[in-house]
């Protein structure tokens, strides 16, 4: 049975539309809350995050009525990092934790993601439990007058993740010397990251911390890397640091102003955890990585599999094959040994750990030279364009093209009304001539 509401990684879509409303977002609330507390395995307890977006204000609201109705008490601690929700919803001893975030969309957009008291992503099994108690009527659901959960607001929430997430590290590890730049992208890690470096004694160039509720992901952050890529050169930093909405994807930049991808820190990581003995099984990928990196790790006798597109489905591919690391090219990177979900920041610390005895980033992030690939996002009103049989020929044509000289990847979107055409060839003529093959009969 397909999900009704829930796609690749929570619920997302344009605010005020037919499930990112109020209305909607206190059924989510309401039955997330009332599933939840049918475990009884915890106190009844909820908390909730947001990244910056003005849709949160009407929205917030609304999840926590919810939840209330369901009797679950509710803690709120405004903009935090995906994965600092994450980890203070096991260190609370929480029964769920819902980030209300779009990610790296645009702020016309808004959705949740939802996380059980281990600090994990929901399972599909349990995402279709939560839409079946959606539907239902709502006074079947409501709780009593006396049972109704208590709302309060928490103020520590900054300050108690990157207590977590300097746990991680020895005490003696600091970033005296270091010039670092960091473009929060107007989103949900505008205070964490600056203050986590600095508190280690970096000297900080913070961008994109001023959120105005509509400037998220706006020219900046993580799908916008030229804007580190040239402050790094403006201040002659030693590394950028380049986060999306929600803070749990990171891009990096070099000292020499070179872009480094998701593909690529894997990479860095996995070899330094490999000689440090740190890695564990190999490493998960997903459909979209790239195929130098694959490459790569067979030549380095690295264990590397491919996931679907979506830092869940990494996860549950790590667990299942016990790895401790695993990633997407987008920069969705989950560090199994520390984290149960992608964290730019997590991922920063660790790279930074990697680089304290003055190597330079250039050189620990040059491991493989990438495979030229051509990616191409379609809008579309109907995702489902993608079964017809006239689309199939066409990727079935282009991929017999391509045979022995690459691949072709073609995809829904899992957050956006768009199919993701993607394809990897050395051959870039012949790669630029099959994607253009399925463009052209998508639109």
């Known amino acids: 049975m397909t999900k009704k509401y829930f796609g690749t990684d929570g619920i997302r879509g344009p605010i005020n539309s037919e499930n990112i409303n109020g209305n909607m977002f206190f059924k989510f609330g309401l039955a997330s809350g009332t599933y939840f507390k049918s475990q009884k395995k915890r106190k009844q307890t909820a908390i909730i995050a947001k990244d910056t977006r003005l849709s949160g204000y009407t929205l917030e609201p609304a999840l926590v009525s919810g939840l209330a109705s369901a009797g679950m008490h509710v803690y709120t601690l405004g ?32 959705g949740l993601k939802l ?100 400037n998220i992901n706006k020219d900046c952050g993580s799908t916008f890397p030229q804007k580190i890529r040239s402050a790094v050169k403006k201040y002659k930093a030693h590394i950028g640091i380049s986060l999306d909405g929600d803070a749990d994807r990171i891009i990096m930049c070099d000292e020499r102003s070179n872009i480094i991808d998701g593909d690529q820190i894997i990479a860095a990581l996995a070899t330094r955890w490999k000689n440090k003995k740190m890695l564990k099984g190999g490493v998960v990928g ?28 990494v996860k549950e591919k ?11 090219q987008s920069g969705h990177i989950i560090l199994g040994k520390f984290a149960t979900t992608g964290d730019g ?55 017999k093209l391509m045979k022995g000289r690459g691949r072709i990847l073609v995809r829904k979107s899992g957050t956006e009304s768009k199919i993701r055409v993607m394809g990897e060839s050395d051959d870039e003529a012949l790669l630029s001539k099959c994607i253009n093959i399925i463009v052209k009969k998508i639109k």
Not at 129 to 135: C, N, Q, R, T, Y
């Open 79 to 110: 903009p935090l990092p995906t994965n600092g929700l994450a980890m203070l919803t096991k260190a609370m001893k929480a029964n769920l934790g819902i980030m209300i975030t779009a990610s790296h969309n645009p702020h016309n957009d808004n």
């Open 345 to 399: 920041l997590l991922v920063a610390l660790e790279s930074l750990f990697a680089l304290r005895k003055g190597k330079k980033a250039s050189d620990f992030f040059d491991k493989f030279i990438k495979t030229p690939q051509l990616l191409k996002n379609i809008e579309v009103k109907d995702k489902n364009i993608i079964n017809r049989s006239t689309i199939k020929d066409s990727i079935k044509f282009a991929s």
């Open 286 to 313: 997903t459909l979209m990585s790239n195929y130098g990196l694959e490459k790569y790790f067979k030549k380095e006798g690295i264990k590397f599999i491919r996931a679907n597109v979506g830092d869940r489905y």
């Open 115 to 214: 996380f059980g008291p281990d600090g994990m992503k929901l399972s599909d099994k349990i995402e279709k439990k939560i839409e079946s108690l959606i539907d239902k009527k709502i006074t079947k659901n409501l709780s009593k007058p006396e049972k109704l959960g208590r709302v309060k607001r928490l103020e520590t929430g900054t300050k108690d993740y990157i207590k977590i997430l300097k746990k991680n590290f020895t005490k003696e590890f600091n970033l005296r010397g270091l010039r670092i730049v960091i473009d929060c992208a107007n989103g949900a890690g505008y205070k964490a990251g600056p203050e986590l470096l600095r508190s280690l004694g970096a000297k900080v160039i913070p961008i994109g911390v001023s959120p105005n509720g509509l």
């Open 318 to 328: 790590m667990q299942k094959n016990k790895f401790n690391l695993g990633g997407e």
